[in-house]
């Protein structure tokens, strides 16, 4: 899949089919449209195309507001949306930068100038409650009658559910914030899961002799958080199984060198020898949160901090010898949402 940072790009193709969303966790919602929208590409011998933000919409209003509490708390990374659209068989991915400048597009201009003149729009997908433009004023009536003018074809997707329970995001952020990660999964269609490049620390961990791999999560308001028993992937031919903490770490001192930066901690219950107690610096994994054992915890002392660690390693064990199945998982029901916040 190809990404471009903005529309203003000669590799960009002349013509597309184009779908717009934040599609923050790629659930299975998503999914389906993207599928939709690939087939309908085909049919028209042009390239998929997601059109997406960065950062997201209500995290940039929020800042203009000063009221933080209004940002949505962040599924996934964009290093992780991008790898979930590539594997959905999209083409190209167009990121936008949401800034002052597109927040106060009027909505015909952004039909023109983005859609038209800046990717050659053949085909748009969109949710059955988009909205686009300045103030929110466009929606797909707007869209509709500008593409039967402008000739393009446009179309929309009702809301996707699952055993009578409609997908969102906000589902997902709601059982990621309960630790509901069977239902997560059933979410998503798949165990969630952080990637990204192994980090230098504190080495605080080897000294309590609890090693650890550090991925930055490079958002401030994660939508899971704690203690939790993972899969590691990347490290050799097959998963390791550990446990890891997503946080901001409260036990330790802030002006570490990782201070005020969300980590996600990982100790491999199986470190691989191959490795060298350097080796995994650099590398990219991917780290796949099973079930939560418990929130971040605060301890007085490092003697404390280690002992938790160690009963965090046995719980994550326990959890690993227990008879799974995690395709069990994915069906599994949820109660039933109402929020409609597709994207």
Request: positive net charge; hydrophobic residues 40%.
């Amino acid at each position: 899949m190809k990404v471009f940072r903005g529309y203003h790009h000669p590799q960009l193709a002349e013509h597309c089919a184009l779908t717009i969303g934040n599609f923050d966790g790629v659930h299975r919602g998503h999914q389906a449209m993207l599928a939709l929208l690939k087939n309908e590409a085909q049919h028209r011998g042009v390239p998929s195309c997601v059109m997406s933000f960065e950062p997201h919409p209500r995290d940039y209003f929020a800042a203009v507001a000063r009221k933080p509490e209004l940002a949505p708390a962040r599924i996934a990374t964009l290093r992780d949306k991008l790898t979930e659209l590539a594997r959905c068989g999209i083409d190209q991915c167009v990121v936008l930068p949401f800034n002052a400048a597109l927040a106060s597009q009027p909505a015909e201009a952004f039909i023109q100038d983005v859609l038209v003149r800046g990717l050659g729009v053949k085909y748009v997908l969109v949710g059955d409650d988009f909205r686009f433009g300045a103030k929110r004023v466009g929606d797909y009536a707007m869209l509709d009658a500008a593409g039967e003018r402008l000739g393009f074809d446009v179309a929309r997707m009702n809301s996707y559910e699952v055993h009578g329970t409609r997908v969102s995001s906000s589902a997902v952020r709601e059982a990621l914030a309960q630790g509901r990660m069977d239902r997560v999964a059933g979410l998503l269609g798949r165990p969630y899961s952080v990637s990204g490049h192994v980090v230098h620390g504190r080495k605080l961990g080897r000294d309590l002799g609890f090693r650890t791999l550090n991925l930055r999560f490079s958002h401030w308001k994660p939508a899971a958080g704690g203690i939790f028993a993972v899969q590691v992937h990347g490290l050799g031919d097959k998963p390791i199984p550990g446990v890891a903490n997503l946080g901001i770490r409260p036990s330790l001192d802030p002006a570490d060198v990782n201070g005020g930066r969300v980590l996600l901690e990982t100790h491999c219950l199986e470190w691989p020898a191959a490795l060298g107690p350097e080796g995994a610096y650099g590398k990219i994994i991917r780290v796949e949160l099973l079930h939560k054992l418990h929130d971040e915890l605060k301890y007085d002392s490092l003697e404390s901090l280690k002992t938790g660690i160690a009963k965090d390693c046995d719980e994550a064990r326990a959890f690993f010898a227990l008879p799974q199945s995690f395709s069990a998982a994915m069906h599994t029901e949820t109660s039933r949402q109402t929020t409609r916040d597709r994207i």
